[in-house]
């Protein structure tokens, strides 16, 4: 997709990207630059917040910023223009304001559509090369062209000018996916309502004022002979009142978007599509602990991140070479079981914008120092908020570790496409019999969650059984790798 165009009055258009493998959407989370100032080739003008993470618009040309199209906190289709850079090498006026750009809507105008193809062009974040028309996905609403004179906020006064007035088709109204929802569940017209939240976003209580009036029942009329029969009518076949406002001090409400809204739905999905089975197992991983101390003074583990996650890891890579079955996908469209002979190794980690799980790609292939240091990069960058949607694309088995909450076990959700995935339950101290005596040890639980399509009972048992197996004895990792 081309993201740029330019007009003959020297300005340049940065469209939203595609930054990840066929994304529709994403949210404008801040803003680095504004009118009047200047950018050069490479440097990152916004932040935005897609299905699968936050990632940094870089703007491919050198100028002026001329105009931001879209405000912080506005999600935007792949394909609409963000922001235009005057390129010309002269000083550039900042974008006019919303009134002059409703007096003159005809000046310059610029649609996505017209956009010449300039060939193919490296994709901005670094994720290889996009190939495809430079024709704009179709909306999902009334198609508007875009205006060359319209500034950050003036799309809020030039939609309420052109409703009033009826000088050019409206723009589809501003409310966020939740509102529109209720909009659509009590039959409401959003294009009828009156906005009151910031920038002319509808808001709930818009909506739920908008319904209130419609649902009142209405006055008798005066030459009606029996006015109690009239008024009691609507009464009796009255709508159910909406619900109330809640109250802003006792609730708050958080919307659905970004990567929770994408583990929402993939979660959903995929519990409703694979048939999940868990199995569970309690074991003695007392040597696994000693063994991670004594690495962490290993010379050759120095400065990586040495904890029992990482041998539980390689724990499942070798049990995963011993049972490759488990590696594999259903693949419904063909009605093929697909056997993997990677594995591309998937870590959740919880973030401040929700669960993702990036994954190591190549994970049998690494020694252990190697995982080490991709795990400890791998964490480093999910809590920074910089995971990239390359890396958590691919994915063939995953771990997650409920341990580190205090968690004993879980019944983990498969990730789409893939066919297990490994819950480690917290370590902690609990008698158990051992040489024949009860002793402390240090014990956890396992439960490995799989698509019981492509793996039985049989495969499943033996992949826990065998990583387990290598916990309790760690010396397996080198006589069973």
Same mark, same amino acid.
């Given at each position: 997709?081309?993201?740029?165009?330019?007009?003959?009055?020297?300005?340049?258009?940065?469209?939203?990207?595609?930054?990840?493998?066929?994304?529709?959407?994403?949210?404008?989370?801040?803003?680095?630059?504004?009118?009047?100032?200047?950018?050069?080739?490479?440097?990152?003008?916004?932040?935005?917040?897609?299905?699968?993470?936050?990632?940094?618009?870089?703007?491919?040309?050198?100028?002026?910023?001329?105009?931001?199209?879209?405000?912080?906190?506005?999600?935007?289709?792949?394909?609409?223009?963000?922001?235009?850079?005057?390129?010309?090498?002269? &000083? =550039?006026? !900042? #974008?006019?304001? %919303? +009134?002059?750009?409703?007096? $003159?809507?005809?000046?310059? /105008?610029? @649609? *996505?559509?017209?956009?010449?193809?300039?060939?193919?062009?490296?994709?901005?974040?670094?994720?290889?090369?996009?190939?495809?028309?430079?024709?704009?996905?179709?909306?999902?609403?009334?198609?508007?062209?875009?205006?060359?004179?319209?500034?950050?906020?003036?799309?809020?006064?030039?939609?309420?000018?052109?409703?009033?007035?009826?000088?050019?088709?409206?723009?589809?109204?501003?409310?966020?996916?939740?509102?529109?929802?209720?909009?659509?569940?009590?039959?409401?017209?959003?294009?009828?309502?009156?906005?009151?939240?910031?920038?002319?976003?509808?808001?709930?209580?818009?909506?739920?004022?908008?319904?209130?009036?419609?649902?009142?029942?209405?006055?008798?009329? &005066? =030459?009606? !002979? #029996?006015?109690? %029969? +009239?008024?009691?009518?609507? $009464?009796?076949?009255?709508? /159910?009142? @909406? *619900?109330?406002?809640?109250?802003?001090?006792?609730?708050?409400?958080?919307?659905?978007?970004?990567?929770?809204?994408?583990?929402?739905?993939?979660?959903?999905?995929?519990?409703?599509?694979?048939?999940?089975?868990?199995?569970?197992?309690?074991?003695?991983?007392?040597?696994?602990?000693?063994?991670?101390?004594?690495?962490?003074?290993?010379?050759?583990?120095?400065?990586?991140?040495?904890?029992?996650?990482?041998?539980?890891?390689?724990?499942?890579?070798?049990?995963?070479?011993?049972?490759?079955?488990?590696?594999?996908?259903?693949?419904?469209?063909?009605?093929?079981?697909?056997?993997?002979?990677?594995?591309?190794?998937?870590?959740?980690?919880?973030?401040?914008?929700?669960?993702?799980?990036?994954?190591?790609?190549?994970?049998?292939?690494?020694?252990?120092?190697?995982?080490?240091?991709?795990?400890?990069?791998?964490?480093?960058?999910?809590?920074?908020?910089?995971?990239?949607?390359?890396?958590?694309?691919?994915?063939?088995?995953?771990?997650?570790?409920?341990?580190?909450?205090?968690?004993?076990?879980?019944?983990?959700?498969?990730?789409?496409?893939?066919?297990?995935?490994?819950?480690?339950?917290?370590?902690?101290?609990?008698?158990?019999?051992?040489?024949?005596?009860?002793?402390?040890?240090?014990?956890?639980?396992?439960?490995?969650?799989?698509?019981?399509?492509?793996?039985?009972?049989?495969?499943?048992?033996?992949?826990?059984?065998?990583?387990?197996?290598?916990?309790?004895?760690?010396?397996?990792?080198?006589?069973?790798?």
């Amino acid at each position: 997709m081309t993201t740029m165009t330019e007009n003959a009055s020297g300005l340049r258009e940065f469209k939203m990207p595609d930054v990840g493998e066929g994304l529709t959407e994403a949210e404008i989370l801040k803003w680095y630059v504004q009118p009047g100032d200047t950018v050069t080739d490479g440097q990152v003008v916004c932040e935005v917040e897609t299905a699968k993470a936050a990632v940094e618009l870089p703007i491919p040309f050198d100028g002026v910023v001329h105009a931001l199209h879209f405000p912080e906190g506005t999600t935007v289709d792949v394909g609409q223009v963000i922001i235009a850079v005057d390129v010309s090498g002269g &000083a =550039a006026a !900042p #974008a006019a304001p %919303a +009134a002059e750009a409703v007096a $003159a809507p005809s000046a310059q /105008p610029a @649609p *996505a559509e017209e956009a010449k193809p300039e060939g193919r062009k490296p994709v901005l974040v670094g994720y290889g090369v996009a190939e495809s028309s430079t024709k704009r996905r179709a909306r999902k609403g009334v198609e508007v062209p875009a205006q060359q004179g319209e500034t950050l906020y003036a799309a809020t006064a030039l939609q309420a000018e052109l409703n009033g007035h009826g000088a050019a088709p409206a723009q589809r109204p501003l409310a966020k996916p939740p509102v529109r929802k209720l909009a659509k569940d009590l039959g409401v017209d959003l294009a009828t309502i009156t906005p009151s939240g910031p920038d002319g976003i509808i808001t709930r209580e818009d909506v739920h004022a908008a319904v209130a009036p419609a649902q009142a029942p209405a006055p008798a009329p &005066a =030459a009606v !002979p #029996a006015p109690q %029969a +009239a008024v009691e009518a609507p $009464a009796r076949v009255q709508a /159910p009142a @909406p *619900a109330a406002s809640y109250d802003g001090a006792r609730e708050t409400r958080v919307p659905v978007k970004g990567v929770r809204k994408a583990t929402a739905a993939a979660m959903v999905g995929s519990a409703f599509t694979a048939p999940h089975v868990t199995e569970f197992v309690t074991l003695d991983v007392t040597r696994t602990m000693r063994l991670v101390e004594e690495l962490k003074q290993d010379k050759d583990m120095q400065g990586l991140r040495v904890n029992p996650l990482l041998l539980i890891a390689k724990a499942l890579l070798v049990a995963i070479k011993r049972n490759p079955g488990i590696n594999a996908s259903w693949d419904e469209a063909h009605q093929e079981i697909v056997q993997k002979h990677y594995v591309n190794l998937g870590i959740a980690a919880a973030t401040p914008r929700g669960l993702i799980v990036p994954n190591i790609k190549d994970a049998h292939d690494k020694t252990l120092p190697q995982l080490a240091e991709e795990l400890g990069a791998l964490v480093a960058t999910a809590r920074e908020g910089r995971t990239s949607p390359a890396a958590m694309q691919g994915g063939t088995v995953t771990i997650t570790n409920v341990g580190v909450f205090g968690v004993d076990t879980g019944t983990p959700i498969l990730n789409p496409g893939e066919s297990a995935i490994l819950a480690v339950g917290a370590i902690k101290p609990q008698p158990w019999v051992h040489k024949g005596k009860v002793k402390p040890r240090q014990v956890t639980t396992l439960a490995l969650s799989f698509d019981h399509r492509l793996v039985d009972g049989e495969l499943g048992s033996r992949v826990l059984a065998d990583t387990a197996a290598i916990l309790e004895q760690p010396k397996r990792l080198i006589t069973w790798a």
